[in-house]
């Protein structure tokens, strides 16, 4: 699958540090073999899943017809589920 990143998404990653910002990297990546990892959470308040990183969440939603994969947010879990 692809994935894709929002604009913000790529702005907020630039200012987490730096080796928190790689392990956040490599499971987006491992993202596109398998959409659904293990400790992944469907989001109750809106459409996509969350998947946690230490105490970071990464906000996605799947197109299976498209087979695309689209990252909204990346962001601290006390900011995370804030729309």
């Known amino acids: 699958m692809k994935i894709f990143l929002k604009l913000k998404v790529i702005k907020h990653l630039s200012k987490i ?8 990297e490599s499971r987006i990546e491992l993202l596109g073999n398998n959409p659904y990892p293990s400790g992944f959470k469907k ?7 969350r998947i946690r990183i230490g105490d970071y969440r990464v ?8 087979k695309e ?4 947010s990346v962001k601290h879990r006390k ?5």
């Open 17 to 24: 540090p730096t080796s928190v910002r790689r392990l956040i």
């Open 43 to 49: 989001l109750l308040a809106r459409e996509g899943y």
């Open 59 to 66: 906000l996605y939603t799947i197109d299976k017809r498209r």
């Open 69 to 72: 994969i689209t990252i909204l």
């Open 79 to 83: 900011e995370a589920y804030r729309i």
